[in-house]
């Protein structure tokens, strides 16, 4: 994209959540469309989402000089880092997948906790960020802790992981565009 397209995507404050939910809606429906899909592929899949949703959350903060937030940059290095990991590295990666999904989501969800507890006093649905760093941690737990899951299972935790988080993101992204269009609390 040009950096004009770029600064239009990203003008109102959650685009980039809804971008990010979306991407996380189809990657979770590619894999329950694609359920035989071989550990390869799930890899390749994975690493692909990891760096557009990683690339997304920079954006972010390059973009919305009013929603900066360090976090923010660190779980999408996190997420570009993983992804980066994962395509260059296949066959490792398929042997680690679990340890690999188990660590970013961790990760990833430890960071969007922090974020939503920053983010409090000033944004009205931070639960929902809350909520979606939650659920993403406690994902991270259960791959990292059960690695005798088939890796079928794996799969579809993961599909439903995606797709929820997904949502999640999206009325994330709802909600911040409903603040940025509402009047001001107080005239000046």
Do not use: C, E
Not at 22 to 49: D, H, K, N, Q, R
Not at 90 to 105: E, F, H, M, Q
Not at 130 to 158: A, D, E, H, R, Y
């Amino acid at each position: 994209m040009s950096d004009v397209a770029d600064r239009k995507m990203f003008k109102n404050p959650g685009t980039a959540l809804l971008v990010r939910g979306a991407l996380s809606i189809v990657f979770g429906l590619l894999i329950i469309v694609l359920p035989s899909a071989t550990a390869l592929v799930v890899v390749v899949m994975f690493g692909i989402f990891a760096i557009i949703d990683g690339i997304t959350s920079v954006a972010h903060y390059f973009y919305d000089p009013a929603g900066r937030s360090r976090w923010t940059v660190v779980g999408g290095l996190i997420s570009i880092a993983a992804g980066i990991v994962a395509i260059a590295l296949p066959g490792i990666t398929a042997a680690a997948i679990g340890l690999l999904i188990g660590l970013w989501a961790l990760v990833l969800g430890l960071s969007q906790i922090i974020l939503s507890l920053a983010a409090r006093s000033f944004i009205r649905n931070w639960g929902i960020w809350f909520l979606t760093g939650l659920v993403t941690t406690v994902f991270g737990i259960v791959v990292l802790f059960n690695p005798g899951l088939g890796f079928l299972s794996l799969v579809w935790m993961l599909a439903g992981f995606a797709i929820l988080t997904g949502l999640l993101l999206i009325a994330s992204g709802i909600g911040l565009r409903k603040l940025a269009s509402s009047p001001p609390l107080f005239a000046r």
